[in-house]
T-cell receptor, first 116, second 112 residues
Framework: EAGVTQFPSHSVIEKGQTVTLRCDPI?????LYWYRRVMGKEIKFLLH????????ESGMPNNRFLAERTGGTYSTLKVQPAELEDSGVYFC??????????????FGPGTRLTVL | AQSVTQLGSHVSVSEGALVLLRCNYS??????LFWYVQYPNQGLQLLLK??????LVKGINGFEAEFKKSETSFHLTKPSAHMSDAAEYFC??????????FGTGTRLLVSP
């Protein structure tokens, strides 16, 4: 069974440009999460999808970030326009059940974003 | 709000020595706690999780953790370190809204 995949693995962009990150969850997983780790800091929650609906987007930094999950399958996270402080590693995770808090979240390898 | 604190950003041990990575939690409700590991160039992998079934939790690769309510701790241990254990380890608590709240991570260095 394929794990969570993320694309690209690395992205280097100039300040003001747009970048789109993609996450493909494990097949059949209803829950999809985005997290971010800024250099030297803890991994922080960004948002949570249940199927195609946003369940919780309380961690989204500002309106430059837009997340979508088309048809309840893959998800994209767009940053527009990118700022220097957006640099970090963006992780995607997925889990199976919709109601079980303790379901394991399976993480992808992350996308390392560098904004110059 | 629920949170976890990891003591020590770096821990160094010799191969064969005991591994002890510390995690303390803060929670007003019974917590569900996790340890994840990140090997170089890989994603986070679940080592073990505490969901109140048993206070001593055994995980993969010989790791275990003990939930101690009186100490608000969930320290990760392994009796004998191996070179392949070198990685970054994250303690986390999950909120009722299914989001993980992570500690700052502890990088484990294993020397021969």
């Amino acid at each position: 069974e394929a794990g969570v995949t993320q694309f690209p693995s690395h992205s280097v962009i100039e300040k003001g440009q747009t970048v789109t990150l993609r996450c493909d969850p494990i097949s059949g997983h209803d829950n999809l999460y985005w997290y971010r780790r800024v250099m030297g800091k803890e991994i922080k929650f960004l948002l949570h999808f249940v199927k195609e609906s946003k369940q919780d987007e309380s961690g989204m930094p500002n309106n430059r970030f837009l997340a979508e999950r088309t048809g309840g399958t893959y998800s994209t996270l767009k940053v527009q326009p990118a700022e220097l402080e957006d640099s970090g590693v963006y992780f995607c995770a997925s889990s199976q059940g919709a109601d079980r808090v303790t379901d394991t979240q399976y993480f992808g390898p992350g996308t390392r974003l560098t904004v110059l | 709000a629920q949170s976890v604190t990891q003591l020590g950003s770096h821990v160094s041990v010799s191969e064969g020595a005991l591994v002890l990575l510390r995690c303390n939690y803060s929670s007003s409700v019974p917590p569900y706690l996790f340890w994840y590991v990140q090997y170089p160039n890989q994603g986070l992998q679940l080592l073990l999780k505490y969901t109140s079934a048993a206070t001593l939790v055994k995980g993969i690769n010989g790791f275990e953790a003990e939930f101690k309510k009186s100490e608000t701790s969930f320290h990760l241990t392994k009796p004998s370190a191996h070179m392949s254990d070198a990685a970054e380890y994250f303690c986390a608590v999950i909120t009722g809204f299914q989001k993980l709240v992570f500690g700052t991570g502890t990088r484990l260095l294993v020397s021969p």
